[in-house]
């Protein structure tokens, strides 16, 4: 019975895939105005306040 079994799962193989991830992230940065936070975000000042949901996978490479 436990030989039947090793051979069913040896079957599986391990691939490797290269994804690109989109996931919607909440940033946070102090600033007078949101005018003046949209800049500091955009030059990448700010710290992320908490790990966003995915919302788009794209599998760009699997090698077997």
Known sequence: M???ARKQTSKLRTFHA???VTRA???CVEAAS???ARRLLTAGE???CRV???VH???EHVEG
Do not use: I
């Open 2 to 4: 436990a030989v039947a």
């Open 18 to 20: 290269t994804m690109l």
């Open 25 to 27: 992230e909440e940033w």
């Open 34 to 36: 949101a005018d003046e």
């Open 46 to 48: 700010g710290y992320r």
């Open 52 to 54: 966003g949901d995915c």
């Open 57 to 59: 996978v794209d599998v």
